[in-house]
């Protein structure tokens, strides 16, 4: 049986995700991090990023992230994030015109959500 880990994604209101995994793919305030079977233990700071699962199936799962913290011990990943959304849960026009808005506004960090949600749903097909 190959190796694999077990991975649950959490925001503040709901469970995201949960399933098994061999790769996962997150930004850190330290940088972007790779997390596979016996990785070392690891606690770390999310930076709103794409997250990108790779699951045991062979199928690839990209979620936006906004904030939170990615913890990993005895193969268990987990992610707790302020704000996560699946990319095929995530309104592509909707996204646009809210990057357009914020980047007319000069509000930054809605540039910074919304750019991120327009990454996972690429990042996913």
């Known amino acids: 049986m190959a190796a694999e880990l077990h991975v649950e994604m959490v925001a503040a209101d709901r469970s995201v995700w949960s399933g098994a995994a061999t790769l996962v793919i997150a930004r850190t305030t330290s940088g972007d991090i790779g997390v596979m079977p016996g990785h070392q233990p690891l606690l770390g700071v999310l930076e709103s990023g794409p997250v990108t699962i790779r699951s045991v199936d062979g ?22 994030a302020e704000v996560a959304e699946l990319s095929d849960e995530i309104d592509v026009k909707r996204a646009e015109r809210a990057l357009e808005r ?20 690429a990042g996913a097909h």
């Open 59 to 80: 199928g690839t799962v990209v979620a936006a992230v906004h904030g939170g913290f990615i913890s990993f011990s005895d193969d268990k990943l987990s992610l707790l």
């Open 102 to 121: 914020a980047k007319s506004e000069a509000d930054a960090a809605a540039e910074r959500r919304a750019d991120v949600r327009l990454r996972a749903v």
